[in-house]
């Protein structure tokens, strides 16, 4: 049985764009922004509104980006351009201009072609290619502080330090909650799926940021009410799968569906599009720079080049999170085309290996024309996984 406050949340997401087109109305501008470093709290405490752009699952928006961007590019970019090219979507309709990061070099490339045929306004966020250089800190450091600049310019205020203190405590305050709720859903009790779980982390991209933090408290304060109260009959002999690899965004469905529909249960991600950018943000200075630093210090995104497998940090924060999470087994997913992703695949089976730990890696697109392989494959290692309990 769901919870109650997920229908609330869904209606929310309904109205969002009504709000959008209104508070555009009222002089508010709109930031539609896609990567791993961009600095939210900024763009929220110079009073714009941040909204996440990207969707998967739609091989009609790749054919039409595929238009504009080589058919070499991931799926996850093509999409996005064809977001733009089709310009339906009622967030791509209510940005007033954009903010790309350069951690991953293909959405750095889409932020081109969208520059470049669309004619849109774009702040782009530099990113070092190694996060562990003393170099690499001080470079991002004065990249998040022009980036700062930039939206001032846009925004027509200067950055408010007062304000900036309290979006970083509502910020900190939305990541804690939203560990929390990830804590729940991999419980035996099952008051959360997984699913539901990332459905809600995903409205926080749309929603107002205030609001969505009420929401997450509502969300914990239902899952306190039932917690020690099964709602559905546990399965002993579970097999309970955690997801890595490439971005899984709103739409993208067909690999959680097919998990669910062979008997695996998902109860744990590190994906750059689920819960890994909100671990670890240990922000101590309220300034741009206390948040770059932040930011650089947390898990790095997979795109970035790291050779030292004994001490990738990407590497050992995965492992902590299958052993919280109790997962038995890695389904790795991997975009074609999405070239970091795909050549981590090999490292990071045989690291996991070591600990006895399965990974299976799936390597699909948006098409539907490789589902019943897909489908045959998760089965396969799905059985695996309960044949050895």
Request: proline letters at 4%; charged letters at 30%; one cysteine or more.
């Amino acid at each position: 049985m769901a919870l109650k406050i997920i229908d609330t949340i869904k209606k929310r997401l309904e109205e969002r764009p009504n709000e959008l087109i209104k508070a555009r109305k009222e002089g508010q501008k709109v930031v539609g922004w896609q990567g791993y470093n961009i600095p939210e709290e900024i763009i929220y405490a110079l009073g714009l509104i941040p909204i996440r752009l990207g969707v998967g699952g739609d091989d009609r928006l790749v054919e039409i980006g595929a238009r504009y961007i080589s058919t070499k590019n991931c799926v996850f970019c093509r999409e996005t351009v064809g977001l733009f090219a089709e310009n339906k979507d009622p967030y791509i309709q209510n940005t007033d201009f954009l903010a790309f990061d350069a951690t991953c070099l293909q959405t750095y490339r889409t932020a081109e072609i969208l520059q470049y045929y669309f004619k849109k306004e774009i702040v782009i966020l530099g990113v070092p290619r190694n996060f562990y250089w003393p170099e690499a800190k001080t470079y991002f450091t004065k990249e998040v502080e022009y980036f700062t600049q930039r939206l001032e310019e846009h925004a027509g205020v200067k950055l408010d330090s007062n304000k900036l203190a309290e979006t970083i405590e509502l910020y900190n305050l939305t990541r804690k909650a939203i560990i929390k709720i990830y804590d729940y859903q991999a419980t035996k009790e099952r008051l959360i799926s997984w699913e539901e779980t990332y459905d809600i982390l995903q409205a926080g991209y749309f929603l107002d940021r205030k609001e969505y933090l009420g929401l997450l408290e509502e969300v914990l304060e239902e899952l306190e009410e039932k917690q020690g109260r099964p709602v559905i009959e546990v399965d002993e002999d579970e097999a309970r799968i955690f997801i890595s690899g490439s971005v899984i965004p709103p739409g993208d469905k067909k690999l959680i569906d097919i998990i669910k529909e062979v008997g695996g249960r998902v109860v744990g991600d590190d994906l750059w599009s689920g819960l890994i950018p909100y671990l670890n943000v240990e922000i101590e200075d309220y300034t741009p720079a206390g948040i770059a630093l932040a930011y650089i210090n947390r898990t790095p995104h997979g795109a970035l080049p790291y050779l030292d497998l004994e001490t990738d940090r990407r590497i050992i924060r995965m492992k902590e999170l299958i052993k919280s999470f109790k997962a038995q087994g890695v389904i790795y997913h991997t975009l074609r085309y999405c070239d970091p992703y795909t050549f981590k695949a090999k490292e990071t089976k045989d690291v996991l290996q070591q600990d006895g730990i399965p990974l299976l890696e799936i390597h699909t697109e948006y098409a539907v024309s490789d589902f019943e392989a897909i489908r045959t494959r998760v089965e396969a290692f799905v059985e695996m996984i309960k044949n050895k309990q």
